[in-house]
């Protein structure tokens, strides 16, 4: 159980391209989804905060217009980096959350992103 | 503020046992630990959310010393699918899911 899928696992695209990568959680509803940015040999940098149905919360220093995110439904969350540049290349997490409190975050497999 | 994770990396041959630390200079909650292999999203170990409380995964346990605001992870009899980077992860305030995670313990495991 607790399965989250997050698709594409891999995408290299120009400069000044957008990018969306989805995190869906496939066997439970998933309050709270939450995406990270790591880069190599480095800790999981928290982005954002996801809740269904409301605005997602920025971590300080993260673009809110740079980085968009949606959280339509209880299974589904987005991340779209606008008009991507090199300096956003990095490795992409969600993780979602079920309701109530001291749960576990399982994450999706992640999403490497090479801007050229 | 990020919890602090020492060491920063451990070098084990099979069947070697390790112990990870993860300290706070602010109050614990909670204490969520994950292992990340290269390349791949870190995996939920387990969560230990009272003062002294034990929890065990396969041959990996865990304890949690409120007081202290440390936990600290124990890797028994090492296995080679042990190695991987350590998480540890703190909530930000009590009861929340959203975590602050330290900068991870490296642990590798050779024949």
């Known amino acids: 159980g607790a399965v989250v899928s997050q698709h594409p696992s891999w995408v290299i695209c120009k400069s000044g391209t957008s990018v969306k990568i989805e995190c869906r959680s496939l066997?439970?509803?998933?309050?709270?989804m939450f995406w990270y940015r790591q880069f190599p040999k480095q800790s999981l940098m928290l982005m954002a905060t996801?809740?269904?149905?409301?605005?997602?919360?920025?971590e300080q220093g993260v673009e809110k217009d740079k980085f968009l995110i949606n959280h339509a439904s209880l299974t589904l969350s987005t991340l779209t980096v606008t008009s991507a540049h090199p300096e956003d290349s990095s490795f992409y997490i969600c993780?979602?959350?079920?309701?109530?409190?001291?749960?576990?975050?399982?994450f999706g497999d992640g999403t490497r992103l090479s801007i050229l | 503020q990020q919890p602090v994770q020492s060491p920063q990396a451990v070098i084990l041959r099979e069947g070697e046992d390790a112990v990870i630390n993860c300290s706070s200079s602010?109050?614990?909650?909670?204490v969520h630990w994950y292992r990340q292999k290269h390349g791949e999203a870190p995996v939920f170990l387990m969560i230990l959310l009272k003062g002294g409380e034990q929890k065990g995964h396969e041959k990996i346990s865990a304890s949690f010393n409120e007081k202290k605001q440390q936990s600290s992870l124990y890797l028994t009899a090492s296995q080679l699918s042990y190695s991987g980077t350590y998480f540890c992860g703190s909530p930000f305030s009590g009861g929340y899911n959203k975590l602050i995670f330290g900068a991870g313990t490296r642990l590798a495991v050779h024949p």
């Open positions: 996801s809740n269904e149905g409301s605005k997602a919360t920025y």
């Open positions: 602010k109050a614990l909650y909670s």
């Open positions: 066997d439970f509803q998933a309050t709270t």
């Open positions: 993780s979602a959350c079920p309701g109530g409190r001291n749960q576990p975050q399982h």
